[in-house]
């Protein structure tokens, strides 16, 4: 389950202090860890006594003063998780209710692997994306919330071109949330979602089956190699037709690995403990995925088809200068779009018709 996933992370056995905590956990259900050792309460034996408000509170301050990122984003979405609901919204509804011992003892262990920096998307199991709700374990990415910008230019694009159906690559599937959410939104879509992780596939299978698209989505365990290739290593469930060197699609993503590595250290705790590196680190430039993936891109889209990216912001003028460079590829650097945070953070590029 998903305590012992976190023992597979290089990033776990690499910080003695956080391998020694992981160790502490046991699995009760499978969503929930106890501690073998005595936990620090923050309530006292009569916690019943205290509100979900007066829980939010006090735990939202631990929290803060323990240097935890959202510290209130934190506690609400572990407390909607524990009285069963999704959204935040109804905890103000529900402030002034009180918890059972169960649900009391449930939250506190859940807050401890909190302080202990795991990511809340892994301690509840699961999280929204767009319009689905996908299964998350460790050490499988976390998708982003910007990444569901790179999901709506997908659909815009496609319904600006009026295809009758629509054949998606997606390279670098891990839990399945981008081809899922194509998939979802949009029945003219049919995705194939590859991952270097055999973990990653089990996953997007688990999350596509939850959500009766297995039928849209086709998973195979492969990889994309230095020299523009595609190795398939394993179908599964029935995938078909798996040169994926010969075939040709309309459309292929990819939230690649864009992280030069030597920011890698100074990501959150909660990423460089808890998620599988190899899916941030791009090599010394960030640019170790992109570079044979545009390469590769050049080979399997169709005429006018598109390749559509996340990456770090200073790639879409290397991305410009590739098209330029090799026109032999057909490429052309369509779009630069904007994140968030007003950085440059998706590149749509279209192949020559």
Known sequence: MWCRSI?????????????????????NSPNFVTLRHPVRRSFSSNACDYTVGDIIDQW?????????????ESIEHIVAHVIGTKKIIDILNVRNNRLNANQIEKLESMCECRLSRMPVQYIIGEWDFRDITVKLVPPIFIPRPET???????????????????????????SGAISLALAHACEKIKCTAIDTS???CDLTIINRDKLNLAN?????????????????????????DMDLNLRL??????????VPTKHISKLQPEIRIYEDLRALDGGDDGLKIIKPLLKYTAKVLKPGGRLFLEVDPTHPEYIQFFTNKYPDFKLHHEHTYKDFCNNDRFVEVVKAA
């Open 249 to 258: 699609f309309d459309f292929v993503v990819s939230n690649p690995p864009y």
């Open 7 to 27: 023992l597979k992370t290089r990033a776990v056995f690499s910080n003695p202090s956080i391998s020694t905590y992981v160790q502490c956990l046991t699995i």
């Open 148 to 174: 569901e910008i790179l999901v709506d230019f997908v659909l815009k694009r496609l319904n600006s071109l009026q295809l009758d159906s629509c054949e998606i690559l997606e390279i670098g599937c891990g």
């Open 198 to 200: 055999p973990y990653a």
């Open 60 to 72: 939202s301050r631990r929290f803060e003063n323990e240097g935890i990122t959202e510290p209130v």
């Open 216 to 240: 849209r989505v086709t998973v195979i365990h492969a990889t994309l190699k230095s020299d523009a290739t595609v190795e398939v290593f394993k179908e599964l469930n029935g995938a078909s």
